[in-house]
């Protein structure tokens, strides 16, 4: 079955530094990878997605993902923080079994001014 | 054009109540599911469907059954809550992609969360 890390589960920038979000994969075929952001007491929203087509994903708001098969790796980044990133963003592997998205713990991102 | 649509967006019940979460999608997408989500733990899949008239298990789905009698519905039901339910609930909807490799599901669309508190 697929399956995501995110590793830590709380990160602090402050405004105008560079976000990096780690996502790491499982996955026995190639996978399908999708990175989502929630604001609080919000749906989830669709930041970007890897479908086998370019390596490195630009999404909305600035952020970007680069896909390596060699690290097993999907991590999210952003050149400059801006106050209004700070929210929840998870990252998810496309689960084939179930034709669904298998989701990781989450990451809160806090941006210090 | 609302995409998913869910009812009640909030609730509070006693042990033993029985309620049902109701779902809307207008984006003619053929899967739809639901999560739910919980402090730490992301969003964990509890049933799913892919076409009208099907559902099928997913990560957590004891407590809870689920129909979808037409597709731009799917229903969550609780029949006899518990405290472990207490948590916020998405209902999302997607659309199928075939590469040669096998089926995939394409990004979801969510609702809004629907939080539920049992008592």
Not at chain 1, 57 to 79: D, M, Q, R, W
Not at chain 2, 41 to 55: D, Q
């Amino acid at each position: 079955a697929q399956s995501v890390t995110q590793l830590g589960s709380h990160v602090s920038v402050s405004e105008g530094a560079l976000v990096l979000l780690r996502c790491n994969y499982s996955s026995s075929v190639p996978p399908y990878l999708f990175w989502y952001v929630q604001y609080p007491n919000q749906g989830l929203q669709l930041l970007l997605k890897y479908t086998s087509a370019a390596t490195l994903v630009k999404g909305i708001n600035g952020f970007e993902a680069e896909f390596k098969k060699s690290e097993t790796s999907f991590h999210l980044t952003k050149p400059s923080a801006h106050m209004s990133d700070a929210a929840e963003y998870f990252c998810a592997v496309s689960d084939t079994g179930r034709r669904a998205l298998t989701f990781g713990s989450g990451t809160r991102l806090q941006v210090q001014p | 054009n609302a995409g998913v649509t869910q009812t009640p967006k909030f609730r509070v019940l006693k042990t033993g109540q029985s309620m049902t979460l109701l779902c809307a999608q207008d984006m003619n997408h053929e899967y739809m599911y639901w999560y739910r989500q919980d402090p730490g733990m992301g969003l964990r899949l509890i049933h799913y469907s892919v076409g009208e008239g099907t559902t099928a298990k997913g990560e957590v789905p004891d407590g809870y059954n689920v129909s979808r009698l037409k597709k731009q519905n799917f229903l969550l039901g609780l029949e006899s809550a518990a405290p472990s339910q207490t948590s916020v609930y998405f209902c999302a909807s997607s659309y199928p992609i075939y590469p040669t490799s096998g089926g995939y599901t394409g990004e979801l669309f969510f609702g809004e969360g629907s939080r539920l508190t049992v008592l």
